[in-house]
């Protein structure tokens, strides 16, 4: 069993209780336990250097409070950091501002989670909003694509736009949008298709329904399991449409969380939600205070 990281921290610090300030030859100690656990959680090397420059400029010299332990102390600076760079003033609330429908599309490589995904924020939107969600499938290559969603809103019991065969893409979109404003949809959602690897032909195609669909959210599905690829796919999308935030999945399979921590820090792009499993309900609302929590052990 690995130590957690607190339990690390607090051991350097054990004794020095009542010292004062936080001394530079302790805090380069602490830090470095702080720098092999980030890299352990894979978190991109540029990233965990930037985060340990915050924490020492905060860390040395502070005074140590009488309540605390200057372990302690430190934990809770190394804490207040990790949170801060996971966007913990980020605006995290799905937007609706505009006249309805409001179209969320959602973007991402095959296999990310994507599909479950948006039929996992439709239930949400519709259970807990009160909102009218339709659903789209405009992914027309890969086989059963449109009918996995189709089942996937039956158990939710969420709209989905009928299939037509042999529609493209883009007059799926316009007809999504068609049907939701006729049928009085507060939210349509947009299922693109993804690729194993990104490719021009998908960013192309990506960027010409963004144009067509005019989203108000534009969400990119990442796997929490892939880490720094994570990060690249994220940046790669990002560079042709403007991703409004992220939802990143298998969270339940990622005991480490430093995919998070990269994602937020190198795109800038707030995480949303969060996938915790399979099932259509293992949906979350990303909590930086949570995500700290889980790296920091
Ligand atoms: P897509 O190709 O991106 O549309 O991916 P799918 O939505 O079809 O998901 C691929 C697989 O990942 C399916 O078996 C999903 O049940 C599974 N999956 C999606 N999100 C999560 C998650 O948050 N946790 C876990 N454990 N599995 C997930």
């Known amino acids: 069993m690995f130590e957690s990281l607190s339990d690390r921290l607090g051991a350097i610090f054990e004794g020095l209780r009542g010292r004062g300030a936080l001394e530079e030859k302790d805090v380069n100690e602490a830090l470095r336990e702080v720098r092999i656990a980030l890299l352990e959680a894979d978190v991109a090397l540029p990233v965990a250097k930037e985060f340990i420059g915050k924490v020492k400029e905060r860390a040395i010299g502070a005074e140590v409070l009488r309540s605390v332990t200057p372990g302690q102390q430190v934990v809770k600076i190394v804490h207040d950091a990790l949170v801060e760079m996971l966007g913990g003033s980020d605006k995290t609330d799905l937007d609706f501002a505009t006249t309805p429908p409001a179209v969320i599309m959602m973007v991402g490589l095959q296999g990310s989670g994507k599909t479950t995904s948006t039929a996992k924020i439709a239930l949400r939107l519709q259970k807990r909003e009160k909102k009218k969600v339709l659903m789209a499938s405009l992914d027309t290559r890969r086989p059963a694509a449109q009918e996995q969603l189709a089942i996937l809103g039956e158990q939710a019991e969420v709209k989905t736009l009928p299939i037509i065969a042999g529609q493209n893409p883009r007059d799926i979109a316009k ?111 990303f909590e930086p205070e949570r995500m700290a929590g889980r790296i920091l052990g």
């Open 175 to 285: 007809r999504a949008l068609e049907a939701g404003r006729l049928g009085g949809f507060d939210v349509v959602m947009l299922d693109t298709a993804g690729r194993l690897s990104i490719d021009e032909q998908l960013m192309a195609e990506i960027a010409d329904i963004h144009a067509a669909s005019d989203p108000i959210e534009t969400l990119l599905v990442v796997d929490a399991l892939t880490g720094q690829d994570a990060v690249s796919t994220a940046e790669k999308f990002k560079a042709r449409v403007p991703v409004s935030g992220v939802v990143m999945t298998r969270i339940d399979g990622d005991a480490r969380g430093g995919a998070a921590l990269s994602m937020r820090a190198v795109t800038g792009a707030p995480i949303k939600f969060v996938g915790v499993g399979e099932k259509i309900d293992a949906l979350d609302t």
